[in-house]
C-alpha cells in the first residue's frame, strides 16, 4: 500500500502546539531529566522508549504522583510477561481521581445525560461525599483489599461511585453492561467471585424501558459468594428482598478515605474474549493504569481541568474506564447513557453540544453512519467548544477523516481529528492522538509515548511501509498483572508472547510509514470487535449450537473498506431442519439475549459443513482470508484441512460479493 500523502489533512497552529500539555512536559522533561529540548514529538518519542525508566518517573513527577511510600527504582524486572513497575510504592488510584475535590469542590466532576439529552451535573464535593459514604459502607459489610466487587450498570454516576469506592477500599472492580444476557454476564463475574454486586433494575435505552430484574435474580443465584447486593432503582422499582438500597448507602457525610496499595495491586478485571474458551479476565494495577492513563490523558489527549470530556462507551468496554480516569486530569467527564441513534442519529452530536464537550470521542461506526445519513453536525448544533474529535472501535477509513474535517471546516473551525488505536488488555492506546503532530488522512498520528510500536514480519523483522503484525518491544505499566485464575500464567502468555518471545504481538495488522504515523488495518486474528467490544467465536458457537437444528457453526468478523463491519454466521444443520423464518429468529434471540444485542450477526447463512484442521479446530482465519478475497493457495495450508471441498462454497460467497 501506499502512505505517500504528502499533505496533511490538518496541522495545529503554533499556538496550539505551544499551549500543548505535551509540549510543556517535554519543556519540563529536558530542564529536570535529560529529554531532547528540540526536535519536537518524534524526539520525545525516542526517547521515551530508549530511556523508559526515565520516562516514566518524569510522567509521575509532572503528574505529582502521590506515593505514600517511595519506590525503590521505577522498572524492577523489564522482562515481558512480568514486568515489575515502582516496586516498593503504595498509593490508591481513587485518591488521584478526586483531587480536584478540595479545590473545585461546587464545579462539576460528571455531567450525566440521559436520552432526554438534558445534562444534570454532580460536583467533585458530592461525588467525593458519595465515596466516602460508600466506601466507609463497603468496609461495614467486610470488604477488604483484594475482594472483587462488580456492578451489573449503564453508564451512570452510581457506576462511576462504585468504581471509586472500590478502589479507595482496595478492592477490586469488574463491570458489565446491563445489555449483556446473564450467561455472558455469568461467564465473566463467576471468574471473579465478587463478593458485592450492584445492579439496577433496568435501563432506557431506544426510547423504551428494560427490565432486568429476572437477569439480576438469574446472577445473585449463580454466584454464592456475594454477601451483598445493592440495588440501584433507575425504573423506580423497589429494592428485591434481601439486597440493600443505593441511597441508604450513599447518604452518610464522610470523608473517603484511602487504602494505599502496592503499586502493582489489582484495581479492576476486564474481560476480552479471545477465539477459545471463557472470555479473558485482565487483570490491570492501581499504579500501571494511574501512570499509564495520566500519560494518555493528559498529554495525549491534552485533557486539563477546563476541559469536558465525552465518550460514547458502555460499562462493558475499556472506553468506559478510559473515561472516568479523565477525572485524574480534574476534567468533567460526560456520562450518556443511551441509544447512540435516539431519538435521531444526531444523538451524540446533541449531547456533545449540551455538554459542551471539548474532546468527543466516539467510534467509526457512527462516523460513517452520519456522513451516509447527510448529517451536518456543525451547521445543526453549536459545537464550538469541541477541539478534537476521536475514534476507535475500528479503523477510521479516509472518507471518514475527510467528512469530519470538511464538515467542521464549513463552520470555520480547526478541528483536530484522532483516530487512536489500543485494546482492553492494556485499557489505553498504542498509537494515535498527538496535539502537536499533523493528521494524515487515514492514519494514526503516531505511537503514543513510552511505547515502542513496530509491525514485525513472521521472521520478527520491523518493517516500515509494509503491512506488518502489531507488536510492543518493551513494558507498559498498564499491560496485565496477570490474568485471573491463570495459575501458571500459561493463557496469559500464549495470549500475546507465543509468536515472539519477549514481545508482545497484540493481534492487529499495521502499516508503520516513513513519517511515523501508523495505519490500522484489522484483527490479524479471529476475535470479532464489533463496535470495539470483542466477543470471542468460542461464545457464540455455545450459544447457537445449543439449538437443535444447528449441527455446527462458524461466525468470522470482516472489516469492510468504507469503515463497515460485516459479521456472517455460517451454519451447517442437523439432517432434516431448515433455515426458515422461524429458526432465523430463535437464532437471533439466542445471540441477543443470552450474550449481547450488538454480536448478532449481519447474515446468516446456510453452508454444507464447517472446515476444520486436522487437529478439529475450526479454521476461522483462513476462511476470513478467502472472504476478503485473498486466493485460497496464500489463505490455506492445504494439507493441515480436514475437507478441503468445503472451502469451494466460500470461495464463491467471496466472488459473489466482490
Known sequence: MSTANPQPLWQP????????????????????????????????HRWSVDHLDTFWKAVAEFFDVRFSTPYARVLGDRSMPGAEWFPGATLNYAEHALRAAGSRADEPALLHVDETHEPRPVTWAELSRQVGSLAAALRALGVRPGDRVSGYLPNVPQ??????????????????????????????????????????????????????????????????TLRAVVHIPLLGTPAPEG????????????????EHVPFGHPL??????????????IVQSQGGILVEHLKQLGLHCDLGPEDRFFWYTSTGWMMWNFLVSGLLTGTTIVLYDGSPGYPDISAQWRVAERTGATLYGTSAAYVMACRKAGVHPSREFDLSRVQCVATTGSPLPPDGFRWLHDEFADSGADLWIASVSGGTDVCSCFAGAVPTLPVHTGELQAPGLGTDLQAWDPQGNPVIEEVGELVVTNPMPSMPTRF???????????????????VWRHGDWITVTARGSVVIHGRSDSTLNRQGVRMGSADIYEVVERLPEIRESLVIGIEQPDGGYWMPLFVHLAPGAALDEALLNRIKQAIREQLSPRHVPDEIIEVPGVPHTLTGKRIEVPVKRLLQGMPREKAVNPGSIDNLDLLDFYEDLARKRS
Open 13 to 44: 497552529d503554533p499556538q496550539r502546539i505551544a499551549q500543548a500539555r505535551v509540549t510543556a512536559f517535554q519543556s519540563w522533561a529536558a530542564a529536570h531529566h535529560g529529554a531532547p529540548a528540540d526536535g519536537g514529538y518524534p524526539a520525545l
Open 159 to 224: 457506576a462511576v461511585v462504585a468504581l471509586l469506592a472500590t478502589a479507595a477500599v482496595g478492592a477490586v472492580w469488574t463491570s458489565c453492561a446491563p445489555d449483556f444476557g446473564a450467561r455472558s454476564v455469568l461467564d465473566r463475574f463467576q471468574q471473579v467471585e465478587p463478593v458485592v454486586l450492584f445492579t439496577v433494575d433496568g435501563y432506557r435505552y431506544g426510547g423504551k424501558e428494560h427490565d432486568r430484574r429476572e437477569t439480576v435474580a438469574e446472577l445473585r443465584s449463580e454466584l454464592p
Open 243 to 258: 439486597a440493600l438500597d443505593w441511597a441508604d448507602l450513599t447518604a452518610a457525610d464522610i470523608e473517603p478515605e484511602f
Open 268 to 281: 479492576w478485571v476486564l474481560y476480552s474474549s479471545g477465539t477459545t474458551g471463557l472470555p479473558k479476565a
Open 484 to 502: 485471573w485464575n491463570d495459575p501458571d500464567g500459561s493463557r496469559y502468555h500464549d495470549s500475546y508472547f507465543d509468536t515472539y518471545p519477549g
